[in-house]
């Protein structure tokens, strides 16, 4: 069963930088689309970047700038390196994949922003 593993969240400052990374369990298909959701407290989850298997990258409007999906050198990997952190971008972030018609998520990381 595919499993999708998140890691480097955690507290930063307005204005700051994180880099999250997100590992499937399973390797032996290519996962055409990686990329990443998030869920604030009280609010519904949304998208917010996918990266496909050729690089690809698309955004929602409000990271537009400030964050950058890519897939690693490792199959089955994607990063999301998020910069000018704001504290609305607060909520957990999970790495999200699909192949044909299968979806997997992640656990999720936590992502805090506040002085």
């Known amino acids: 069963q595919m499993q999708l593993v998140e890691s480097g969240g955690g507290l930063v400052q307005p204005g700051g930088s994180l880099r999250l990374s997100c590992a499937a369990s399973?390797?032996?298909?290519?996962?055409?689309?990686m990329g990443w959701y998030r869920q604030a407290p009280g609010k519904q989850r949304e998208w917010v970047a996918t990266?496909?298997?050729?690089?690809?990258?698309n955004y929602t409007d409000s990271v537009k700038g400030r964050f950058t999906g890519s897939r690693g050198n490792a199959k089955n990997t994607v990063y999301l390196e998020m910069s000018s952190l704001k504290p609305e971008d607060t909520a957990v972030y999970y790495c999200w994949a699909k192949s044909g018609v299968f979806q997997y998520w992640g656990q999720g990381t936590q992502v805090t922003v506040s002085s």
């Open positions: 399973q390797t032996i298909f290519t996962l055409n689309y």
């Open positions: 990266v496909l298997s050729a690089g690809t990258t």
